[in-house]
């Protein structure tokens, strides 16, 4: 149960870097990657992925 | 809402005329109206503030320079005016940016630019993305840079949607400048230019989403006015959007306090990936944009010399030397040395008072020279900055156009004719490009004109005049005027 991001869609803004709450996305030095291990996606914490409902690029966060 | 809003067809353009009037009809007593307001139109503390800032002054964008970084590119609204994936190092608008800092090598790179430029005032925090939201990034660049160079005046420009949130950390940083980019006030109009907003950790669209936005907009600019913070509102003018509501946004936004009102025209093309770019929404032309202007006479100030920079633009407005200083060219340890720039200041502020008292004394020989009701004329000038004729013809990528008249000189607008995102144009087509530029304008100074475009711009009905090369700008535009509209020696002994 995890999200991905496209990385070629990627535009590297780190929206949703800052709105993760598990803490779950990290800079790699080119791109955002999320965390498998980590990621909820959001469930318990918000009605919907909060790196999908930011992310300006869409199909950019999506179902690993 | 409409029954408030002025009609554009009733309004001529840009006469003089009909802009003293809708000024004497709304009470405003300043000749420009605009923020090249002297001490004596403008309360000394808010001079104070913005006498060195270019954007927040028309005089100071002849002095001092600005440069942006790009921090914090994380945005929480989608405008359909812009497109994340964008970046040309050729191109040069709002949200365009060639390389993304983190707050250290951002501030190195602002000492390296202040060691280099002694004119940099300002540091602005600009996009892309919002830098009201990405805070902590904003806020920790603005500290650092703080330590070192503590006269540098920190400003910064967001949509408004996280402002509220942040206000105080403003204050205690002493921002006090804010830019508030405000497309309208009416949230229906709001639905056709921000497809969604994430607010509260959730995205919402349509009208729920316009009407979020303005209501925190409306609540940024009310805390900043409250605490004494001087507001720019810029709106970006989209025919057939926003146009004729820029109208009522102009009054709302004087009515709230805001110092300062920057309408921009819409810059949009297919290649730009924008949603109105794809749909082929047009930006409006210069007449159009002049008209508008014109029409917001009597609501908050406008600013009209607006260059809409580049996020990463380093420099004199109308200039970038932002390729000067890419992160690769800053070295690893920078020391702030504040000669240049305190030698700088202390300069600019003796040519200051010269340029107004030459200005005047140019003003004093007019009025004596001129029929009180002589035509107004606009002149266009190529100038490096300083307030003085001083660039060769050849090397102006913009002029800045000024309207003369019996009652003065005044700065109405700059027009681009460089060719940015096109390149390899040899000199016949800039010539073309510089005539088309100068429609409805007659003649233009400059510090020295090679004898091929004089003669090409003349066939073309422009005169190239190099007598005033160095002169003031004020001084050489009263000189064309008083030789085109003066009164011939006989009628003016009987005058």
């Known amino acids: 149960m995890s999200l991905q991001i496209i990385q070629s869609n990627c535009t590297v803004c780190g929206a949703c870097e800052f709105e993760c709450p598990n803490a779950a996305i990290s800079f790699t030095g080119e791109t955002y990657i999320i965390d498998p291990e980590l990621c909820t996606e959001c469930k318990g914490s918000y009605d919907k992925p909060q790196c999908a409902e930011v992310c300006p690029v869409p199909e950019t966060c999506v179902p690993a | ?495």
């Open chain 2, 1 to 495: 809402m409409s029954a408030n809003v002025i009609s554009l067809d009733g309004l001529s353009v840009g006469s003089k005329d009909s802009l003293t009037k809708a000024m004497e009809a709304e009470g405003c007593s300043s000749s420009s109206c605009g923020s090249s307001d002297a001490p004596e139109d403008m309360d000394p503390a808010t001079w104070e503030k913005v006498k060195d800032h270019p954007c927040y002054s028309e005089e100071a964008h002849h002095y001092f320079a600005r440069m942006h970084v790009a921090v914090a590119p994380a945005c929480n609204i989608q405008c359909n005016y812009c497109n994340r994936k964008y970046d040309c190092a050729n191109e040069s608008r709002p949200g365009v940016v060639s390389e993304r800092l983190t707050p250290e090598q951002a501030a190195r790179k602002v000492i390296a630019v202040a060691n280099e430029i002694p004119q940099l005032s300002v540091l602005g925090i600009a996009g892309p993305g919002d830098s009201a939201y990405d805070w902590r990034k904003t806020r920790a660049t603005f500290k650092l840079v703080q330590e070192q160079l503590p006269d540098i005046k920190l400003c910064l420009s967001t949509n408004g949607l996280s402002l509220p949130d942040h206000v105080d950390d403003l204050l205690d940083m002493n921002i006090d400048h804010v830019t508030l980019t405000i497309n309208m006030i009416d949230p229906e109009v709001g639905t056709k230019i921000y497809p969604w907003i994430f607010y509260q950790h959730k995205r919402h669209h349509g009208l729920e989403a316009s009407q979020i936005l303005h209501e925190r907009q409306m609540e940024s600019l009310d805390l900043l006015h409250a605490r004494g913070i001087l507001v720019k509102v810029n709106s970006v003018m989209i025919p057939g959007i926003n146009d004729e509501h820029l109208l009522e946004v102009n009054k709302e936004v004087k009515r709230r306090g805001a110092f300062l009102h920057n309408i921009m025209p819409l810059i949009s093309a297919p290649e730009h990936g924008t949603v109105f770019g794809l749909e082929g929404q047009r930006g409006p032309t210069a007449a159009e944009l002049k008209k508008l202007q014109d029409a917001c006479a009597g609501g908050a100030n406008l600013m009209k010399h607006c260059r809409q920079c580049r996020a990463d633009a380093v420099g004199l407005l109308g200039e970038d030397r932002g390729q000067e200083f890419t992160m690769d060219l800053v070295p690893d340890e920078v020391t702030y040395d504040p000669a240049k720039r305190e030698t700088y200041k202390e300069w600019v502020a003796k040519e200051r008072e010269d340029r107004r008292a030459a200005a005047a004394e140019a003003q004093a020989e007019t009025v004596s020279a001129v029929a009180e009701d002589s035509a107004a004329m606009l002149v266009a000038v190529a100038t490096k900055g300083g307030g003085r004729i001083n660039q060769h013809f050849g090397h102006a990528t913009e002029f800045q156009i000024f309207e003369v008249d019996a009652a003065g000189v005044r700065f109405v607008t700059h027009r681009r004719c460089d060719n940015y995102c096109v390149g390899g144009y040899g000199e016949e087509d800039k010539l073309e490009l510089v005539i088309k530029t100068l429609e409805g304008i007659d003649t233009i100074l400059c510090a020295k004109i090679g004898d091929c475009p004089r003669e090409d711009l003349a066939a073309a009905g422009i005169e190239a005049i190099q007598d005033y090369a160095f002169e003031y700008i004020e001084t050489a535009v009263s000189a064309v005027y008083r030789a085109k509209r003066g009164l011939p020696a006989i009628a003016r002994e009987t005058a």
